[in-house]
């Protein structure tokens, strides 16, 4: 099954919680996130608690700083995973707080073009210019 989808679910949770060059080894890994010892070393275990993923499935953990253990994964759509992956606070690479996003679309709210400087926030808050407009826009951080 070294080919399947299930597989290489499998192989990438190992690989972020435990190759420290993995790209994404600092947000799991290093942050202390764990795949259970039942299914560390056996693909047959993950394989009779998860089952098959689903076509175009992505296994994500529901508690977000838990770990990979069957109590707190599930197969989610790629889609899914990656809405899930980036939300605000949850998403482990966010520059922001929810408390910075109230902040920035308040100051924004009736203010005077000619003094509201969202490049200046933008550096102010180590973001980008993009980044303060996709806030403002609410294409970014929706769920507040």
């Not at 190759?19 to 600092?26: G, M, R, W």
Request: proline letters at 2%; aromatic letters at 12%; charged letters at 25%.
């Amino acid at each position: 099954m070294s080919n399947t989808q299930t597989y290489k679910a499998w192989i990438d949770i190992k690989t972020r919680c435990y190759n420290k060059n993995a790209e994404n080894y600092k947000y799991y890994g290093e942050s202390g996130v764990k795949v259970c010892e039942r299914w560390l070393y056996s693909f047959e275990n993950f394989y009779e608690d998860m089952g098959e993923a689903p076509k175009g499935g992505s296994i994500s953990r529901k508690n977000d700083t838990g770990d990979y253990e069957l109590n707190n994964c599930k197969w989610i759509s790629r889609s899914s995973n990656s809405s899930e992956a980036f939300r605000g606070s949850k998403n482990v690479k966010a520059k922001l707080t929810e408390e910075q996003v109230l902040c920035i679309r308040a100051l924004a709210v009736g203010a005077n073009p000619n003094y509201y400087r969202g490049p200046l926030l933008a550096l102010e808050l180590n973001t980008s210019r993009q980044s303060i407009n996709n806030i403002l826009q609410r294409r970014t951080w929706t769920h507040i």
